[in-house]
């Protein structure tokens, strides 16, 4: 198992889409910290201040993190994520590679699983690797320092600045780490739909589609108030659930709820590829 988890993390790691993937997670970082850095300059003069965590991030270089994630994490590293979850099969079977890496002595639940965790892993690194550019980029820019959060009121741009409380340092690096972990752990949805979408079809593209296509699908049915308590179960509704560590100074009780969401999908899901890939007929 761990020999076949090596060779196909070999074969993602020197894939040119990852090197692309690699590319784009930098730079992004990168072209956000200049925004918010020019956008600090104008603020400084009586200019706009900015919204949400971005009005804070000129502060520390410590919350910069915090504001790139809170961008990238609604679409960009969605699209990562479901690429790589959705080409993680079916990849293979396009390229006419399935029927012989099946050749070998192991089984298709080993072969799945493989995947699945290959997969996990490069999400995961994707996030991560945001935030280190970010973190860097930011300590650069801004420094190491502790940020002051007015109240909420302020965030609206309708009344004076008053204060909030103070975030320290340390208590921003371990909240970065808690949001950029969160934020990983909350596309387990993901990764598990596009694992089954991809046992489903021998086309890599398709499998990509339905998997970022179901997130997108999600998150504008997420978006009408009047579906109630039926958006607690969407896979999108939770993956904001860390911003009030900033913008609120508490831990949200959502983050467990939406910890516990991920996990459902990642168990249905998951287990529905194993059976699914185990009884198809692979042609490819």
């Known amino acids: 198992m761990i020999a076949l988890v090596r060779t196909e993390f070999v074969k993602a790691a020197r ?3 990852s090197l692309v993937i690699v590319a784009l997670l930098i730079g992004l970082p990168a072209l956000i910290l200049f925004a918010i850095h020019r956008r600090a300059g104008r603020a400084d003069r009586g200019g706009d201040r900015g919204e949400g965590l971005f009005r804070l991030a000129h502060q520390s270089g410590l919350l910069v993190p915090a504001a790139v994630l809170s961008v990238m994490s609604g679409f960009l590293l969605v699209v990562i994520a479901g690429t790589i979850a959705g080409d993680s099969i079916a990849g293979d ?3 006419g590679n399935l029927r012989y890496v099946l ?8 072969l799945v699983l493989a995947k699945g965790l290959v997969a996990g892993f490069l999400i995961w690194a994707a996030t991560v690797l945001v ?3 970010a973190l860097v980029g930011g300590v ?6 502790p940020v002051t959060v007015p109240n909420l009121s302020a965030f609206g741009g309708t009344g004076a600045l008053s204060f909030g409380f103070t975030l320290s340092s340390s208590a921003l690096v371990l909240r970065v780490l808690i949001a950029t972990a969160y934020v990983a752990f909350g596309y387990s949805a993901l990764l598990a739909m596009g694992t089954f979408f991809s046992t489903l079809t021998d086309t890599a593209t398709g499998a990509i589609g339905a998997t970022i296509g179901v997130y997108i699908i999600s998150e504008i049915l997420n978006s009408i108030t009047e579906l109630g308590q039926v958006r607690y179960a969407f896979p ?3 993956l904001d ?3 009030p560590m ?3 100074n508490t831990y949200p009780h959502d983050m467990i709820v939406g910890v516990v969401v991920q996990l459902v999908y990642l168990v249905v899901f998951g287990a529905a590829a194993l059976v699914w890939f185990q009884r198809k007929d692979i042609r490819s």
Not at 140 to 145: E, K, S, Y
């Open 103 to 110: 050749i070998r002595p192991v089984s298709r639940v080993k």
């Open 93 to 95: 079977a396009a390229w």
């Open 241 to 243: 659930a860390w911003e």
């Open 140 to 145: 650069l820019f801004f420094g190491a320092h």
């Open 246 to 248: 900033f913008t609120g």
């Open 236 to 238: 999108t509704h939770y």
């Open 15 to 17: 894939r040119t889409r």
């Open 131 to 133: 935030m280190v550019a």
